[in-house]
DNA sequence: GAGTGGTCTAGACCACCAC
DNA sequence: TGGTGGTCTAGACCACTCA
């Protein structure tokens, strides 16, 4: 008789079980979310983690084993474990998936085309959980890439962002800061960028578009529509991106 | 004096350390490799191959633990650790991105078109790293959407595959077969595509394209280069799908 | 040399599955 | 009921970093 099996009320009814360190992955995102810990930054050590949550240290290991893998977190031997930045050269362009078709990497420059606050579109309010009528931050820019001596337009982007966590963004903002994008929204708007989904479609170029882009009305486009999340999978960003795709393409990889 | 620093001849010279897990793991490929266990199959318990490995189940578990992560290997709690295959419904298209628009999963038909011996041309030849003037078979085929009560063209696929692995598949073989093709190489011919690089961009549909998936001339598609692999890193497939994206999308996960 | 993450072990117990 | 993977612990030792 190993078990008592006395059906005593349960501390925790419906949701049920849950592994310890999977709560303890939780707790992790609750200080990210939070802001007791900014990217770029160390989170306290293993063993000190779990001296505060009352688990052993493994079971702390395993909940920033999943955070690491899902880029959340940066493990660095003999240094410690830090919050994930779009800072740094190797994670600039985190969530680019341009390459050129020569190798090598990107290494491309911006261009600000816009930067306005509107009233979100029906559409845009929908994806980005936004009431209806709520402010947005609308912002369109180009990225070109040196070819030879000229430099050529390759991306189209075009961006949403709620207005309210936004406050301030202005063209001249933009335009003074050096670096990439989601490095200014980390800092100076503290909204965090953690993962994306998008959906990629051939177009032909419009117009204004085909204008901007140096291309003729009606050539093929590959159309990125990306929605961007934050902690709690919050959406923060909508952004469609139109990339010529004569001289790079959208690198994949799939298992 | 902790150390006595002779620099002997080191019994492993230039790769060095790797660590114990990473050793199982690639014995673990190896096996998987020589078909040692099929796909489909179970695998030993974590505890046999700990005990055939002279390793503790831990480590053992660390090594399973990438190669699922990989989706090389399934869990399956209670039941064992079996060898992924193309053959389940859930992973029956695990590299097809395609969605529909309107949403629900992509229920498509298919029909082939063609299925020939030839020389592999020279780019193919330099993908799939074959000998130059080496045999390759060609596949070229349609996947169509049932769109109300009528049959659409969505994807057309151009297939190079190495000859030498795939000899005494024809397209009656092709044909007769039910069930997605990365089944009948696994069945028939013994290759298991593990993993795959694709290639995106947006181009324009030419002539014979354009009438195979019953658009204009000129419409954008967008083209899908995938080069997959097998154990070891070697190239077995190159696919080249063209794909018309009016109501579906390539879909993505970036983090 | 002190502190961090990385590896490895051994053992306990739990949840799920099949017989 | 027995076997499987899943969780959790505790402790040892290694490799890397930095002062």
Redesign the interface.
Known sequence: MPSVAVPAAAPEPAPSFSPLYQQIRTLLLRGLQGGEWQPGQVIPSETELAARFGVSQGTVRKAIDELA???VLVRRQGKGTFVATHAEQATQY??L?L?PDAGGTPALQRRLLDCRRMRAPLEVARLLALKSGEAAVQVRRLLLAAEGAALRPVVLDDLWLPGGLFKGLTAERLQAWRGPMYRLFEAEFAVHM???????????ALGDEAALLDVAP??????VE?LSYTYGDRPVELRRGL?H?SA????????
Chains 1, 2 share one sequence.
């Open positions: 893998a899902e880029n985190r969530f998936r390459m953690i993962r994306a989904e998008e959906k990629l479609r051939a177009v032909a009606g050539t093929p486009l590959l159309s990306r990339y795709t790079h393409h959208y690198r994949n990889e799939l298992s």
